[in-house]
């Protein structure tokens, strides 16, 4: 059974920094694209980054472009999300997630909706 696994989340001060893993396991596929998402309460979830299997090529929301960093080590079933100079609005429930292909979208278009293995999230807190 195909399992994603966060970990990492925690409470920082504003101007600090987290680094969350996603742990994948069995996962059978070759080509794919694992996307970390956010969802803070009232709000709708948000596609924050993704990074592809093939190439390693990635995307950033403009939200975290220059602070978040993703990258992989498709070797050990993990990939990472370094979070710098964290902001308050940063605050929420962070989900990794799987995007299997055939693809039907640009790996920048991230479709929630699209992604088919989902973690159980990790809350992240930034207080200011």
């Known amino acids: 059974e195909v399992q994603l696994v966060e970990s990492g989340g925690g409470l920082v001060q504003a101007g600090g920094s987290l680094r969350l893993s996603c742990a994948t396991s069995d996962f059978i596929f070759d080509d794919y694209v694992i996307g970390w998402f956010r969802q803070a309460p009232g709000k709708e979830r948000e596609g924050v980054s993704c990074?592809?299997?093939?190439?390693?090529?990635?995307y950033y929301a403009d939200s975290v472009k220059g602070r978040f960093t993703i990258s992989s080590d498709f070797a050990k079933n993990t990939v990472y999300l370094q979070m710098n100079s964290l902001k308050p609005e940063d605050t929420a429930v962070y989900y990794c997630a799987a995007l299997i292909s055939p693809y039907t979208q640009p790996m920048g278009i991230m479709t929630s909706a699209e992604y088919r293995y989902w973690g159980q999230g990790t809350q992240v807190t930034v207080s200011s």
């Open positions: 990074i592809s299997s093939l190439d390693d090529s990635t």
